[in-house]
Nanobody, 127 residues
């Protein structure tokens, strides 16, 4: 069982930056691939980025490549999402998630394959 708590959301002007954090409980944090998803009003939840158990592999949605960076600190049981050059279309509730899927592949980019979810944190980018 893993419990996830996000923090760091807020209101930022276009072009600004935010860093989201996701603190995970439990001793097996390193056993999970971690992901960030987001959901804007009236839209489906979408993949943003994911990082493998080791931290050596990661993936990004095309819409955030070059602007967002995911990282994890195993010692702190925390995964981070650094978001730069924010755009109004990045406005959404951002969710941290964990999956116990082994390896690294397309399933790690899909919400249904994630086992645990945080409560979400709101990110609002003003134009």
């Amino acid at each position: 069982q893993v419990q996830l708590v996000e923090s760091g959301g807020g209101l930022v002007p276009a072009g600004g930056s935010l860093r989201l954090s996701c603190a995970a409980s439990g001793r097996t944090f390193s056993s999970y691939t971690m992901g960030w998803f987001r959901q804007a009003p009236g839209k489906e939840r979408e993949f943003v980025t994911a990082i493998s158990r080791s931290g050596y592999n990661n993936a990004y949605a095309d819409s955030v490549k070059g602007r967002f960076t995911i990282s994890r600190d195993i010692a702190k049981n925390t995964v981070y999402l650094q978001m730069n050059s924010l755009k109004p279309e990045d406005t959404a509730v951002y969710y941290c998630a964990a999956t116990g899927l082994a390896g690294w592949g397309p399933r790690h980019l899909k919400a249904p394959d994630y086992d645990y979810w945080g409560q979400g944190t709101q990110v609002t980018v003003s134009s």
